[in-house]
C-alpha cells in the first residue's frame, strides 16, 4: 500500500492503511507500506518502508504532509521493483503519477515477464 501521507502525523488516509494493513497481516497476506516518515528511527511497524521525511504543504485550507523528489522517488521505485506484489493500493495516485512525471519508463517496473501488477486506486473524499 502506498500512504502519500506522513505516516507519523494522525490523519484518517493513515489510521485506515495501518487498520486495513493490519487486518490483511491477520489473515495471512503479506503486506508492505511504504509513506513519509518524519522520524524513521521511530518506526514501529515491520511492514512500514520509509518514503523519505514529509514537507508540509498548504493545501485546501489544510496542511499535507507528502514526500515528493528525487529521494522520495527512488525509495519507491525501489520498493515496487524489489518486492513481487500482486497488487499495488494506491491511496491517491501522487507516488505513481511522481515516477510517471520523473521518468516515463518507470512503468516497466509493473511488469515482470509474465507477472503484470495490478493497481487499485483509494481516493478518500472529505
Known sequence: M???YGWDTPGGVQIHIKELAEYFI????????????SD???VTESYLVPAGRPLAVPFN???????????????????ISSNNF????????FYLLQLIHHNFSTLKIFSRGSH?????????LI
Not at 485550507?61 to 520498493?79: D, K, M
Not at 500482486?86 to 495516485?93: T, V
Open 2 to 4: 502506498v500512504c502519500p
Open 26 to 37: 491477520g489473515r495471512g497476506h503479506e503486506v508492505s507500506v511504504i509513506a513519509p516518515v
Open 40 to 42: 524513521e528511527s521511530s
Open 61 to 79: 485550507g489544510s496542511v499535507a504532509r507528502v514526500a515528493f523528489g528525487p529521494l522520495a522517488t527512488s525509495r519507491v521505485r525501489h520498493w
Open 86 to 93: 500482486d497488487l499495488l493500493h494506491l491511496h491517491r495516485q
Open 116 to 124: 503484470l501488477l495490478s493497481l487499485l486506486n483509494t481516493i478518500h
